[in-house]
């Protein structure tokens, strides 16, 4: 029989993998633009996202226990896959549109998509909900950074 967690983490790595949507000349755009000053940690975000993901699918398997095969933990269970679709979508749409506006949208978009979940989630276990947590200390850290790209590069908003 297939675990709750073999499923979750299958999707969330499938998922994951549409980050590779994209193509050296996508990378080449993005690698000219200009950064914010402050932004010194660039090299982690990889682990940082990592670590957020891990968080959100424990999340989503503590929701899934709690009421396995109920309509409401399928449509969590589809919120949760929203949000880190938004999230994935992230940077092949902003790379493929080559638009800093477009990845301030989607994150802005995930963040609201964030919190809609934990309050949800909330309701249902604490401990699903402080897991989602570090999505929303992160992501406007990632979208006020785009933002700011933006104003850097206003050739490629």
């Known amino acids: 029989m297939?675990?709750?967690?073999?499923?979750i983490g299958g999707?969330?790595?499938l998922v994951a993998l549409g980050a590779n949507l994209i193509t050296?000349?996508?990378?080449?755009?993005?690698?000219?633009l200009q950064r914010p000053n402050w932004l010194t940690f660039e090299a982690?975000?990889?682990v940082i996202w990592t670590v957020i993901f891990i968080c959100?699918?424990?999340?989503?398997?503590?929701?899934?226990?709690s009421?396995?095969?109920?309509n409401t933990t399928w449509i969590l269970m589809g919120l949760y896959l929203l949000l880190e679709i938004a999230t994935i979508a992230y940077t092949p749409v902003m790379f493929r549109l080559r638009s800093l506006k477009a990845g301030t949208i989607l994150g802005a978009i995930?963040?609201?998509?964030?919190v809609l979940l934990i309050l949800i989630v909330l309701t249902i276990s604490g401990w699903a909900a402080l897991l989602?947590?570090?999505?929303?200390?992160w992501s406007p850290i990632g979208t006020y950074t785009t933002w700011q790209m933006t104003r850097l590069n206003p050739q490629d908003a």
Do not use: H, Q
């Open 132 to 137: 989602l947590v570090p999505y929303l200390l």
């Open 110 to 114: 995930g963040f609201i998509i964030g």
């Open 24 to 32: 050296p000349s996508d990378r080449k755009w993005f690698k000219r």
């Open 44 to 46: 982690a975000i990889p």
């Open 56 to 65: 959100g699918a424990w999340s989503a398997y503590i929701v899934w226990e």
């Open 11 to 13: 999707v969330a790595f």
């Open 2 to 7: 297939i675990k709750s967690w073999m499923v």
């Open 67 to 70: 009421n396995p095969g109920t």
